[in-house]
């Protein structure tokens, strides 16, 4: 049974820093995925990679203070955060295996597996 798990969240203020980690995805996973939900908002794509592969994809919002990566040793995908802003704010989950093409990468519906989720909290 795969079970994701994400870690490093916590309360930072505005311009800080954090990584967040996601473990226990597949060997046979195909993307991992970062989305956020704003409290009273929906899912939203943040960040994805390929496993195994250098193709990346960052929301608009996030570019050039995002920045995803991976440790195939480790079985890890990191999300490092800068420069947070209060609308960084939310619960952040990984999500692997997109079962559709890479277009689809922030479409939350499309991916088999999720983890729970770790608060990010960014005040101003």
């Known amino acids: 049974q795969v079970h994701l798990v994400e870690s490093g969240g916590g309360s930072v203020q505005a311009g800080g820093s954090l990584r967040l980690s996601c473990t226990g995805y597949?060997?046979?996973?195909?993307?991992v995925t970062w989305f956020r939900r704003a409290p009273g908002q929906g899912r939203e794509g943040v960040a994805a990679?390929?496993?195994?592969?250098?193709?990346?994809y960052y929301a608009g919002s996030v570019k050039g203070r995002f920045s995803i990566s991976q440790d195939s040793g480790k079985g890890t995908v990191y999300l490092q955060m800068n420069d947070l802003r209060p609308e960084d704010t939310g619960i952040y989950s990984c999500?692997?295996?997109?079962?559709?093409?890479?277009?689809?990468?922030?479409?939350?519906?499309?991916?088999?597996?999720w983890g729970q989720g770790t608060q990010v909290t960014v005040s101003s």
């Open positions: 990679t390929y496993i195994g592969v250098r193709s990346i």
């Open positions: 597949p060997a046979s996973a195909n993307v």
């Open positions: 999500a692997a295996h997109l079962r559709r093409n890479w277009a689809r990468w922030a479409s939350p519906d499309d991916y088999a597996y």
